[in-house]
C-alpha cells in the first residue's frame, strides 16, 4: 500500500470434541463445541489482531447437566511510533512502541438443569472485560516499559448482581546490559482490587530485581529477588512476602572422534 509492505491473513477453525473423549497423547478438553474467527493485519509499522471465538458444552443436551455458552471476542493493536518517519534523527529516536489490547468474555448458562437442585443463582451469567496498554523505549544497551491494565468481573446472575469485581494495574521495568554477558532488569508494579460486594479495597506492591550473568560460555547464573507487600483499606490487614530464586548451569559439551 504505497511504499508500505501490507499483509492480511484471516482465519476460520472449528473444533469438536466428543462427550467423556480421553487421549493419552496430550490433554483434551472434552464435550465441547467451538468456533473461531481470527484475523491478522499489518500495515507498515501497524499491526493489528481481531479474535471472536463461540464454544459450547453439553452437546449430548443432558437435561440434567447445565449447559454453558462462551463467547470471547479480543483486539491487539500495535504501533511503532518512531517508524511513521522516514528517517531515525535525535528526536524520533526516543519515540516509543505504543500497544493496546482488549478482551471481553461473556460465559452464561441456558437454564436451570432438571434434578440437579440447582437455582437460578446457580447458573452462571458473568462478563469479564480486560483493557491492556503500555509504551515501551529500546536503546542499545537498555529497555524501558511502562503499562496498565484494567479489568471488571461483572456477574449477572440473580442473587449475584452485586458480586463484582475491578483490578488496577501500573507497572514499569527497566533492563540494562551492563557488560557483555551481563544483564541487570528491576521491576515494579502497583496493584488495587475493589469488590463491590464486600466495599473493599485491596493493594498490593511488587518489586523485583534480576540479574543474569553469563560467566563462561559454558557457566551461566541468573538469579531474581522478588518483594511483594500486599494490604487492605484501611490496614486491618497486611502480608509481606518475599522470593528469592537463583539458578546455575553448566553445558556440558560431548564430542566423539
Request: hydrophobic fraction near 35%; glycine fraction near 8%.
Amino acid at each position: 500500500v504505497g511504499r508500505q509492505p501490507a499483509n492480511l491473513s484471516l482465519a476460520l477453525r472449528h473444533e469438536r470434541v466428543d462427550p467423556q473423549y480421553r487421549t493419552v497423547a496430550a490433554y483434551v478438553q472434552s464435550d465441547i463445541d467451538q468456533n473461531v474467527f481470527e484475523m491478522t493485519g499489518l500495515l507498515g509499522p501497524l499491526q493489528l489482531q481481531l479474535a471472536h471465538a463461540r464454544a459450547e458444552d453439553n452437546l449430548d443436551e443432558l437435561p440434567s447437566v447445565l449447559t454453558t455458552k462462551t463467547r470471547r471476542s479480543s483486539a491487539g493493536v500495535g504501533l511503532a511510533l518512531n517508524s511513521l518517519f522516514g528517517e531515525l534523527n535525535g528526536a524520533t529516536r526516543w519515540l516509543p512502541v505504543l500497544a493496546y489490547n482488549f478482551d471481553r468474555v461473556h460465559q452464561f448458562g441456558t437454564g436451570v438443569p432438571i434434578n440437579s437442585g440447582f437455582n437460578e443463582s446457580h447458573v452462571p451469567d458473568q462478563v469479564s472485560r480486560r483493557h491492556g496498554a503500555s509504551l515501551n523505549w529500546q536503546g542499545n544497551a537498555w529497555a524501558f516499559g511502562y503499562r496498565i491494565e484494567r479489568s471488571e468481573q461483572d456477574n449477572r446472575q440473580p442473587g449475584r448482581q452485586q458480586a463484582d469485581f475491578e483490578h488496577r494495574l501500573h507497572g514499569a521495568n527497566v533492563s540494562v546490559s551492563l557488560t557483555q554477558g551481563l544483564d541487570v532488569n528491576f521491576d515494579l508494579s502497583h496493584e488495587r482490587s475493589y469488590s463491590a460486594e464486600a466495599l473493599r479495597f485491596d493493594r498490593s506492591r511488587n518489586y523485583a530485581f534480576g540479574l543474569a550473568w553469563n560467566i563462561t560460555k559454558a557457566l551461566h547464573f541468573s538469579g531474581t529477588v522478588a518483594l511483594t507487600e500486599s494490604f487492605d483499606q484501611p490496614r486491618t490487614s497486611e502480608n509481606e512476602s518475599t522470593n528469592l530464586d537463583l539458578n546455575l548451569s553448566y553445558r556440558v559439551r560431548w564430542q566423539t572422534s
